[in-house]
């Protein structure tokens, strides 16, 4: 089982849809992450979490919230979706210090709004 | 503002042949700089790291990545490719007080021809 687990892997909705997107973890990691990937732009921090008290917005956070359920979870919605919001969308962890930096990442959601 | 710059998107080498994929910043103090890749359909993977001390770095997979500070560079190498390394690649930096808020460039598609 992969060590960080996005649910669901594709999804296709409508626009004015609310969705969700969820993330599990079992590294034990304290740091979580929501980036998003559009061709040609890399990918862009939208949210990330320190520990489960700590919420923070990134550079793209207009349109998404977050939710920091537990330790192991993630979860990036979008309240209205828009078609712009069609990308995919990467979960990812990392600890508090030792391997600075280094990200561990799920496999990813796509998402599209029609 | 930090920035990353890939200046190549696609590239295109033979296998068995060299690659070397650059990789360009904007930070105002010594950075941490990554090389990420991307296979099709899945997470990203980290490649190699520089956060201080020797200037060529080793990675997984054959890879290596020069720090040039006086160019402000920090580019990715392999001597001999192997169909395996066609993916997508991408440069982060990310500073001392944000662990995991890295910073992307926009990646480098790589193809390996027979």
């Known amino acids: 089982d992969a060590d960080v687990t996005q649910t669901p892997r594709n999804r296709i909705t409508k626009t004015g849809k609310r969705i969700m997107l969820e993330c599990s973890q079992t590294?034990?990691?304290?740091?979580m992450y929501w980036y998003r990937q559009d061709p040609g732009l890399g990918l862009r921090l939208i949210y990330y979490?320190?520990?489960?008290?700590?919420?923070n917005k990134g550079e793209i956070s207009d349109g998404y919230s977050v939710s920091r359920q537990a330790q192991a979870k993630f979860s990036l919605s979008l309240e209205s979706a828009i078609p712009n919001q069609t990308a995919l969308y990467f979960c990812?962890?990392?600890?508090?210090?030792?391997?600075?930096?280094?990200?561990?990442f799920g496999e990813g959601s796509r998402l599209t709004v029609l | 503002a930090q920035s990353v710059t890939q200046p190549d998107i696609h590239i295109t080498v033979s296998e068995g042949a060299s690659l070397e994929l650059r990789c360009n910043y904007s930070?105002?103090?010594?950075?941490?700089l990554f090389w990420y890749v991307q296979s099709p359909g899945q997470g990203l993977q980290l490649l190699l790291k520089?956060?201080?001390?020797?200037?060529l770095v080793q990675g997984i997979k054959g890879f290596e990545a020069e720090f040039k500070r006086s160019q402000s560079s920090f580019n990715l190498r392999k001597p001999s490719v192997h169909w395996s390394d066609a993916a997508e690649y991408f440069c982060?930096?990310?500073?001392?007080?944000?662990?995991?808020?890295?910073?992307f460039g926009a990646g480098t598609q790589v193809v390996v021809t027979p």
């Open positions: 930070y105002g103090a010594t950075p941490y």
């Open positions: 979490s320190f520990d489960v008290k700590d919420i």
């Open positions: 520089y956060f201080s001390g020797d200037t």
């Open positions: 590294k034990g990691h304290d740091r």
């Open positions: 982060a930096v990310a500073s001392t007080d944000s662990w995991g808020k890295l910073q």
């Open positions: 990812a962890t990392s600890v508090r210090q030792g391997s600075a930096g280094e990200l561990f």
